[in-house]
T-cell receptor, first 114, second 115 residues
């Protein structure tokens, strides 16, 4: 069984500061992909970043980076230099390789304060 | 348009009515997914298509839910005899290939309210 845990229902961060959103996962599959999506109030899920379980280096995409610790089964999202437009729900998702469905966490609501 | 589109964006149905939700994936995308997102929760998988073939429907909650993608592009999710517990946002996603590592691109969703 697959389980994704996001323990922070809500977080606040000051504009221009960095913030870390936590994600842990539980899987018995040896290979998998980890994704982060942003969901603004408009509802659309926006892809942010991807990390493969065999990737040696942590993924980065602009202001987003993924702190991947395989032994701890954690895949935390780091947003540097927060902007007001970063205020949204953030979801962590995992997909075991060979399958075609995401398992999502319950999300973290991020509020960026001016 | 360049992204995944869904229609209608909002649907209100009386309990017992049938509804049909449409998804237009990104042109050329092989894989198409449907997810259900209850209020305050993360999306949950419903079903997966590779072209016109429905390869996984393990997430469909009951036999009242039916999905099709007859020509390998547009997909329709149909819910028969709607119940109040069907109220949710229904998200459609598509990806270019059939690989698990492919990014899934999501549409804006259809918010279904069953009265």
């Amino acid at each position: 069984a697959q389980k994704i845990t996001q323990t922070q229902p809500g977080m606040f961060v000051q504009e221009k500061e960095a913030v870390t959103l936590d994600c842990t996962y539980d899987t018995s599959d040896p290979s998998y992909g980890l994704f982060w999506y942003k969901q603004p109030s408009s509802g659309e899920m926006i892809f942010l970043i991807y990390q493969g379980s065999y990737d040696q280096q942590n993924a980065t995409e602009g202001r987003y980076s993924l702190n991947f610790q395989k032994a701890r089964k954690s895949a935390n999202l780091v947003i540097s230099a927060s902007q007001l437009g970063d205020s949204a729900m953030y979801f962590c998702a995992m997909i075991p390789y060979g399958f075609n469905k995401f398992y999502f966490g319950s999300g973290t609501k991020l509020n960026v304060k001016p | 348009g360049a992204g995944v589109s869904q229609s209608p964006r909002y649907k209100v149905a009386k309990r017992g009515q049938d509804v049909a939700l449409r998804c237009d994936p990104i042109s050329g995308h092989v894989s198409l997914f449907w997810y259900q997102q209850a209020l305050g929760q993360g999306p949950e998988f419903l079903t997966y298509f590779q072209n016109e073939a429905q390869l996984d429907k393990s997430g469909l909650p009951s036999d009242r839910f039916f999905a099709e993608r007859p020509e390998g592009s547009v997909s329709t999710l149909k819910i028969q005899r709607t119940q109040q517990e069907d109220s949710a946002v229904y998200l459609c996603a598509s990806s270019l290939y059939e690989s698990s590592s492919d990014t899934q691109y999501f549409g804006p969703g259809t918010r279904l309210t069953v009265l």
